[in-house]
């Protein structure tokens, strides 16, 4: 039997932390939603539909849509005085 999803830690002479285990356990917990072997069509957009609340019971921040003012500021590139 194959685990959903296949994935692998890194570096592998470590082992998983805990909130890459809670991670897991959302896309388990949403395979028959998302399991793009099983349905054929489903963005990425979909995906995050149906994954966010898990993702923000563990503590992560879920972008609302793609307007502005729906996003998550995430810079990374900064000019002078470190404005993004």
């Known amino acids: ?8 830690w890194y ?10 285990e809670e991670i897991i356990n959302v896309f388990q917990n949403s395979q028959e939603s998302i399991d793009s072997a099983e349905i054929q069509g489903l963005k990425s957009n979909g995906v995050l539909a149906e994954i966010a ?20 500021l995430r810079p990374v590139l ?4 470190g404005v993004p």
Request: zero cysteines.
């Open 53 to 72: 609340d898990g993702l923000k019971q563990i503590g992560f921040e879920i972008e609302k849509g793609k307007s502005k003012k729906d996003l998550i």
């Open 1 to 8: 039997m194959t685990t959903y999803p296949n994935w692998f």
């Open 78 to 81: 900064f000019g002078e005085n």
């Open 11 to 20: 570096p592998s002479t470590s082992t998983p932390p805990k909130w890459a």
